[in-house]
C-alpha cells in the first residue's frame, strides 16, 4: 500500500509539474499556435480565448521585458529580445543587462568598461581641434525653462575662429565634409544616392574606423567582447545602421542615423537631429544658420567640450541641438557608436579626462536590416544632471 501511495503522489507531481509548463507563456511569447500546449502565448489567442494565464504579464506588459524569457530562441514576432546575441544585434529588451546577465545569460557589457573604453578613445583623438585651431564664442546662457523661447539672445556667431586648413585637410574632416552635403534635410523626400556618394559613405566609415588608432581601438575592444570577429563586419554593419534608409514621413526612404545625427533633418516644422560641430560651423559661415543662446556647457576646459544650443537653421527653429565641441569626426562616430551597440536605447554613461558625459541613444523601431538589427535612430549628448 505504502508504495502504491508514493507512486500516485509522484505521477500527480509529475503530472503537476508538465501541467504547469503547458499552461505558461516563459519563453513562447509570440509563437504560433501550437496544439502541443494547453493554453497559446500569441496575439490569436485573445480572440480564441485560449491564452494562457500569464499571457498579459509577460506577453502583453512585459512585451518589452526580459522577465521569464532570458535565453530564449529568437522570434521576429517579438518586439524586442532577451537571448545571448540581442546585443550584437541592438534588440535586446531594456532590462536584458539587469535581468538576463546577473542570471548568466550573454555577454553584456559593463558600465565600468564603456567608461574605460571611452577614457582610451578620449586620449587618442589625436586628431580634436586644438584651442588655436578653433575658438568660440558662447554668449548667452539660459535656463531650460526658455530654450523654447526662440529668442537671439547672441549679437555674435558661436564660431570666432576655426583653422580650416589645418583641420578640413586631414583625411577623416574631408571624408566627413564630402558626405554631409549629399543629403535633403526635408523628411517626406527620398534620399537618392549617386555610385559616388555611396562610395563617400564608405570612404568615411572606413577612414574613420580603419586608418585612425582610435577608430582600430574600438574595434579591437568589440572584438575582445566578442561583438565583431573581423574588421569586415565591424565596418559592414557600421555603415548598415548608421547608413541604412529608413521613412521618417509620407513613406519615403528619406533618413538614416548619419543624415539625422551629423547633417540634421526637418520635421514637422521644426529642426530633428542635428548633434554635430561641424556642421554647425559651415551653416552658420554661410549664413543658413543664427545662434541664439545655449543651456548647458559641458566641464571640460580644452576640447572637445559639449554644448546645448538654441538655433534657428534658414526658418527652423531648434530647441536644444547639442554636440560635443572640437573633437575629430572619427571621435564623434566612434562614442556614438559605442553607446548605442552597448546601449541602444538607452543613456550611456562615458568618462571622458575623468568628467562624466551621457549620450542618449534611441533606436529605429519601425524597419530592419539583416536578421532582424535596428537602425540607429538618434543619439546625442544628454543634458546634465544638476
Known sequence: MKIVLVFALWVSLLCLGHSNTLDSCQGRCGYGTDSNFSCQCNPSCERFKDCCSDYAELCKAGATSCKGRCDENYNSQNECHCNSKCS????????????????????????????????????????????????????????????????????????????????????????????????????????????????????????????????????AFFYTKGVYATEGEFIHDLKMMWFGLYSRNNNKMDSSGFEHIFAGEVKGGKVSGFHNWIQFYLLEKRGLLNYYSHSFNGPWTTYPDVMGMQFMWDGYFKQVGSAVIGCSPEFDFAVYSLCYITRPGKQCHLSLGGKELIIQTYTWEKSFYGDGKKFIGSAFPATPRN
Open 88 to 219: 550584437k544585434y541592438n534588440n535586446c529588451c531594456s532590462d536584458y543587462a539587469d535581468i538576463c546577465d546577473s542570471a548568466g545569460g550573454g555577454s553584456v557589457v559593463s558600465d565600468a568598461e564603456i567608461k574605460a573604453i571611452s577614457e582610451t578613445l578620449y586620449a587618442l583623438d589625436s586628431n580634436r581641434a586644438s584651442a588655436s585651431e578653433l575658438i568660440i564664442d558662447p554668449q548667452a546662457l539660459v535656463p531650460d525653462s526658455q530654450t523654447s523661447s526662440q529668442m537671439d539672445l547672441s549679437s555674435e556667431p558661436l564660431f570666432r575662429y576655426l583653422d580650416e586648413e589645418a583641420l578640413f585637410s586631414r583625411p577623416t574632416y574631408a571624408a566627413l565634409l564630402a558626405v554631409l552635403d549629399n543629403y535633403h534635410r526635408m523628411t517626406g523626400q527620398a534620399e537618392d544616392f549617386s555610385s559616388q556618394q555611396l562610395a563617400e559613405q564608405e570612404t568615411f566609415v572606413k577612414e574613420t574606423m580603419l586608418n585612425t588608432e582610435l577608430g582600430r581601438e574600438l574595434f
